[in-house]
């Protein structure tokens, strides 16, 4: 396929003056005209707002040996898993390393949805594929949109009563009517904030949006989804996880299910006895500037490690960041840090994520 490819929301974006990105081979809205990232963020903190989200990868896994294809695929307990949850867990090479973080949902006896990184898709679908297990990539048959922010409650139910979603718990989810057609809703998110994943069958997804938008959902775009993630201090694959970070170097060993047989456990079990050679930490600018990916952390003369993540936090006001340290970086607690910003030192201090109390 020549170019970026489109989510059935693509013109509705461009109507309403999106900014449009390349991201992962999709064209995304980064912001939208006339509000932009800060006010767009701020909308799901204190309102709520709506994302299209539908680049995501959505893999149907069937057949007789899914269970044990899938459980050995991911960290996370799969078979222990009931029907109507799902689950965050770590797709993971042999030596460790990240390929991809993923949500898993129980579908049915022998049938689960996966949800990957767009641009991890086929890389998911290998990791699982096998005899016994059919892997298909249903793209095309589902629009996500994800409503967030403090109103997200009354406002999903204004416009789907009697959906069954407010009587979800946290990372379950149901079938409901969209559109005359059926769908499904999570709870699930990626801000911090209450809220709900709806999969809208593509051909009623401009109507389910244009019927949030109504009832005062803002369009939110990638560019505030980032800043909302990184308050969290959520991991970001790309940024937190590569196949050169392993989860306890990420921090996410609470991720990795010890008792289940995964691929990468002899691997990971190995790092968790001799230590991880690295740690992530969070760090708050005290001073202007923007932190970025790859800038250098120092303690003192001394360069402890690099930033994952780093932006302007609306909420905040300030600088914040993701960093990995060395592991052997001694106290740096102790020591006067500073984010070498091109040149410039940005006195900075740890904290331990979430960066925002969440609610």
Same mark, same amino acid.
């Given at each position: 396929m020549d170019g970026p490819r489109s989510t059935p929301l693509l013109d509705v974006h461009r109507r309403l003056g999106a900014k449009l990105t390349e991201f992962s081979g999709w064209d995304m809205p980064l912001s939208y005209k006339g509000r932009g990232v800060i006010v767009e963020h701020n909308a799901v903190r204190n309102e709520v707002g709506v994302f299209d989200v539908s680049h995501l990868g959505k893999l149907r896994?069937?057949?007789?040996?899914? +269970?044990?294809? %899938?459980?050995?695929?991911?960290?996370?307990n799969v078979v222990g898993l009931e029907v109507g949850r799902a689950r965050y867990g770590l797709v993971l090479a042999e030596d460790g390393g990240c390929i991809d973080d993923v949500f898993v949902y129980r579908i049915g006896d022998a049938e689960w949805l996966v949800v990957p990184n767009a641009a991890n898709v086929h890389a998911v679908a290998d990791q699982i594929a096998g005899a016994g297990v059919e892997v298909v990539d249903e793209w095309d048959r589902w629009a996500i949109l994800a409503i967030q922010g403090p109103r997200s409650f009354e406002t999903f139910d204004a416009v789907f009563p009697g959906s069954g979603a407010l009587d979800l718990k946290l990372h379950a989810?149901?079938?409901?009517?969209?559109?005359?057609?059926?769908?499904?809703?999570?709870?699930?998110?990626?801000?911090?904030?209450?809220? !709900?994943?709806?999969?809208?069958?593509?051909?009623?997804?401009?109507?389910?949006?244009?019927?949030?938008?109504?009832?005062?959902?803002?369009?939110?775009?990638?560019?505030?989804?980032?800043?909302?993630?990184?308050?969290?201090?959520?991991?970001?694959?790309?940024?937190?996880?590569?196949?050169?970070?392993?989860?306890?170097?990420?921090? %996410?060993?609470?991720?990795?299910?010890?008792?289940?047989? !995964?691929?990468?456990?002899?691997?990971?079990?190995?790092?968790?006895?001799?230590?991880?050679?690295?740690?992530?930490?969070?760090?708050?600018?005290?001073?202007?500037?923007?932190?970025?990916?790859?800038?250098?952390?120092?303690?003192?003369?001394?360069?402890?490690?690099?930033?994952?993540?780093?932006?302007?936090?609306?909420?905040?006001?300030?600088?914040?960041?993701?960093?990995?340290?060395?592991?052997? +970086?001694?106290?740096?607690?102790?020591?006067?840090?500073?984010?070498d910003?091109?040149?410039?030192?940005?006195?900075?201090?740890?904290?331990?994520?979430?960066f925002v109390k969440k609610r």
């Open positions: 896994v069937t057949g007789l040996d899914a +269970a044990a294809a %899938l459980q050995f695929g991911v960290t996370c989810w149901t079938e409901m009517d969209v559109g005359g057609r059926p769908g499904i809703v999570a709870r699930t998110g990626y801000t911090g904030e209450r809220g !709900f994943e709806l999969y809208a069958p593509s051909e009623v997804a401009v109507e389910a949006f244009e019927m949030l938008l109504e009832a005062g959902c803002v369009p939110v775009g990638l560019g505030a989804r980032d800043t909302l993630r990184l308050e969290m201090g959520y991991a970001l694959y790309g940024h937190e996880l590569t196949r050169d970070i392993d989860p306890l170097e990420a921090g %996410l060993d609470w991720a990795i299910a010890w008792d289940t047989e !995964f691929r990468g456990k002899v691997a990971l079990e190995k790092i968790r006895a001799e230590g991880p050679a690295r740690r992530s930490i969070g760090l708050v600018c005290l001073d202007r500037g923007v932190p970025r990916q790859g800038y250098a952390v120092f303690a003192g003369s001394e360069r402890v490690g690099e930033l994952t993540s780093g932006n302007h936090s609306p909420t905040l006001g300030t600088g914040i960041a993701l960093a990995l340290v060395g592991a052997d +970086a001694g106290e740096i607690h102790e020591a006067a840090l500073t984010i910003a091109r040149g410039r030192r940005i006195p900075a201090d740890i904290v331990a994520p979430p």
